[in-house]
C-alpha cells in the first residue's frame, strides 16, 4: 500500500561531468512505476507524489532525487533501523504524532534556521500545520498535507434506501440511526451498510476514537491510561451492533474493504481522505460498480463533533549538514511550493495561499467535506503514539474478530497503555 527508500547520500555524476548532489528520499503511499513529471496528470496517491519527486529530480539543477519503495507496514521500523544504523534518507516523510519521538531522540533536525534560505515561507502555512511540525519551540520538518478520516459514500446504494435528501446523503446522528439505516440499507439492496478495515490497519482504531472523542473522552491523560470506561464501551458497541445483526463484515482488511465498496458491496466505506482523488477516477470506469460517488464529513453520532485526523509532513537527519543539507532543503522546498498538485488526492492543503486559490475549491468533491477540518482530531502528542496504537488495533480486533468480552479487551489496552505511559 504504501512504501519508502532507506539509503545513504552519495555523490552522482551527470552527463556534463559536473558532480551532481543526490538526495536520497524516503517515502510510503505506494509503488507507481509509471508517474512521469506530469504533477496535474498523475493520478492516487503513490503517482502523484511520485511525479512531484520526479519532477524535482528533472527540475532542481546540480540535484538528483533517488527513491526505492519498500511495504508500508514496515515503514517506522525500518527508517529507525535506518537511523541506528547511521544511513537515514536525507528527505523523508512522517507523521505528526511521530514528531515527539524522533525530535525528542535527537533524530531529525530543526530547520527554523535553514527555511528562509531555502525559499520556503512559514507565514504561508496554517496555524494548525505550523503547530504539526513544531516541538519544543523549534520547526521540525515541512507540513504536507491534512489527512482525515471520512465517509465514501455510494450514493445509489443510498437513494434505493430512501437515504438521499436534496442529493445528499442522510447520514445518522445517533448509534440507534446508525443501526436504523444499515438495516434500511439491507433490506433495500441486500448490501452491507458499512464497510472499512477492521481486520488489518488501524482504520477501526481510528474510527472507535473519533466515537471517543464524539463523547469528550480520549485514551490517555496525561500519563493516565483512561480506556476501560463507558465512553469507550459506547464507541465499540456502537461498530459491533452492526457485526451482530450482519450489516457489516468485520473481517475485511484494507485492500478488500476498498474493493467492496468499488464493487458496490457497501454503502459507505471509513477511509480517509488521501483516496478522493482515486475513487473518483475509478467511479468513472464503466467496469465499476461504483458509479454515483459522494465523499462526506464523518457524522456525528454523539455529542460532539470528531474525526480521526493526522498530518505528512518531510523532515531530514539532525546529522545531514553542509551542501547536503541545503540540497535536502531544496528538496523540500520543491515539495512545498507543489502543495496544490499534492491536494489533488484529496488531502487538505497545508498552504493558506493554496486554501484561498480558486484551483483547490474547484478540485473534485472538495465542497462535500469542507466542515472536516472543523472537527479534525488526534490524541494528545506522545513519544509511545504507534505502540499505544498497536495495542488498542490488537484488542479491538480481538473484540470483533474472536468474540473477546469488551470490558475485558478494554480493560486489558487499559493496563498496557499505563504500561507503556509509565516507561
Known amino acids: 500500500m504504501k512504501h519508502l527508500i532507506i539509503g545513504a547520500a552519495v555523490a552522482a555524476t551527470v552527463a556534463t561531468g559536473a558532480t551532481a548532489q543526490e538526495v536520497t528520499l524516503g517515502r510510503f503511499f505506494g509503488a507507481c512505476e509509471d508517474a512521469g513529471t506530469d504533477t496535474k496528470a498523475s493520478v492516487g496517491e503513490a503517482c502523484i507524489i511520485q511525479s512531484i519527486i520526479n519532477?524535482?529530480?528533472?527540475?532542481?539543477?546540480?540535484?538528483?532525487?533517488?527513491?526505492?519503495?519498500?511495504?508500508?507496514?514496515?515503514?517506522y521500523d525500518q527508517i529507525k533501523a535506518a537511523y541506528a544504523g547511521g544511513t537515514p534518507p536525507d528527505v523523508h516523510v512522517m507523521h505528526r504524532h511521530r514528531v515527539p519521538e524522533f525530535a525528542g531522540l535527537g533524530a531529525i533536525a530543526d530547520i527554523s534556521g535553514d527555511l528562509e534560505a531555502a525559499g520556503i515561507d512559514p507565514s504561508d502555512w496554517s496555524e494548525n500545520a505550523l503547530a504539526a511540525v513544531s516541538y519544543e519551540g523549534g520547526i521540525y520538518g515541512v507540513p504536507m498535507d491534512f489527512h482525515a478520516n471520512l465517509w465514501h459514500v455510494n450514493m445509489d446504494l443510498m437513494a434505493a434506501a430512501g437515504l438521499v435528501e436534496d442529493g445528499k446523503p442522510v447520514l445518522p446522528t445517533s448509534p440507534e440511526e446508525l443501526l436504523q439505516h444499515a438495516q434500511m440499507v439491507k433490506d433495500a439492496t441486500g448490501q452491507d451498510y458499512l464497510a472499512a478495515d477492521f481486520a488489518q490497519f488501524p482504520i477501526g482504531v481510528r474510527l472507535v476514537l473519533a466515537l471517543m472523542w464524539q463523547q469528550n473522552a480520549n485514551i490517555f491523560d496525561g500519563d493516565t491510561a483512561t480506556i476501560n470506561n463507558d465512553a469507550a464501551a459506547n464507541a465499540v458497541t456502537a461498530m459491533t451492533q452492526l457485526f451482530d445483526a450482519g450489516l457489516a463484515n468485520p473481517q475485511l482488511n484494507y485492500a478488500d474493504s476498498q474493493q467492496a465498496f468499488l464493487n458496490g458491496e457497501a454503502a459507505i466505506l471509513v477511509n480517509g481522505t488521501w483516496v478522493v482523488d482515486f475513487y473518483t477516477a475509478e467511479a468513472a470506469k464503466e467496469e465499476v460498480a461504483l458509479d454515483n460517488y459522494y465523499v462526506a464529513d464523518f457524522p456525528t453520532l454523539f455529542d460532539t463533533g470528531a474525526t480521526w485526523a493526522?498530518?505528512?509532513?518531510?523532515?531530514?537527519?539532525?546529522?545531514?549538514d553542509g551542501d547536503q543539507r541545503a540540497a535536502a532543503m531544496k528538496v523540500l522546498a520543491f515539495i512545498n511550493d507543489h502543495n496544490i498538485d499534492w491536494?489533488?488526492?484529496?488531502?487538505?492543503?497545508?498552504?493558506?495561499?493554496v486554501l484561498e486559490s480558486a484551483e483547490y475549491a474547484g478540485l473534485p468533491h472538495r465542497d462535500e467535506y469542507t466542515g472536516t477540518a472543523a472537527i479534525a482530531r488526534d490524541t494528545p502528542p506522545s513519544e509511545r503514539y504507534g505502540a499505544i496504537q498497536d495495542v488498542l488495533n490488537r484488542e479491538l480486533q480481538a473484540i470483533w474478530l474472536t468474540g473477546k468480552d469488551v470490558t475485558a479487551a478494554l480493560a486489558d489496552a487499559e493496563a498496557e497503555v499505563q504500561d507503556l505511559l509509565d516507561r
Request: aromatic letters at 6%; zero cysteines; hydrophobic letters at 40%.
Open 310 to 320: 493526522d498530518s505528512h509532513m518531510w523532515a531530514i537527519p539532525a546529522s545531514l
Open 343 to 353: 491536494a489533488r488526492t484529496g488531502h487538505m492543503a497545508v498552504r493558506t495561499s
Open 55 to 75: 519532477a524535482a529530480d528533472a527540475e532542481l539543477d546540480g540535484i538528483t532525487v533517488t527513491t526505492l519503495p519498500t511495504d508500508w507496514g514496515n515503514y
